[in-house]
């Protein structure tokens, strides 16, 4: 099944449901089920002191780190400046949640990952990451 590794607090803010957007330097074609891997990085830790961040991740240090941690569907891919992202000014940021705007770079170029029917796993699957969309043998997966 298709894999995208993201730092932490981020996966876990897709698998909760509260990041529904997710910003990328690049684009990709597919569309469909998603594995949300959080990767061992942990540079992230530096913004889960905001206000924003802290109301959804209470002890960042408690977070897993190198696994599958849950999963969405990837509905669409926008690009930021263009479509329902066109305006990249107030106009368009004024549409966005407080969450939203908080957990994502949307500046003009960049692409919004749309994320939809988020599940996060029970027990989460120890698995290496990579930095584009990356295969994980889905017999590996136990019913969740």
């Not at 891997?37 to 889960?48: L, Q, R």
């Not at 966005?96 to 994502?104: D, N, P, S, V, W």
């Amino acid at each position: 099944m298709k894999t995208l590794s993201l730092l932490q607090p981020w996966a876990t803010l897709v698998v909760m449901g509260v990041k529904q957007i997710e910003t990328r330097s690049w684009s990709t074609a597919y569309r469909g089920p998603l594995l949300i891997h959080a990767s061992k990085g942990k540079a992230g830790e530096i913004f889960v002191h905001d206000a924003t961040f802290k109301k959804y991740i209470a002890d960042f240090k408690q977070l897993p780190f190198g696994y599958i941690i849950g999963k969405v569907t990837l509905t669409d891919v926008i690009r930021i400046g263009t479509g329902t992202l066109s305006f990249t000014n107030d106009e368009m940021m004024n549409k966005l949640t407080m969450e939203e705007k908080a957990f994502g770079d949307y500046t003009a170029g960049r692409f919004a990952w749309i994320l939809q029917d988020p599940v996060a796993f029970k027990t989460p699957l120890g698995a290496r990451g990579s930095l584009t969309l990356w295969e994980f043998d889905e017999g590996l997966m136990g019913e969740e």
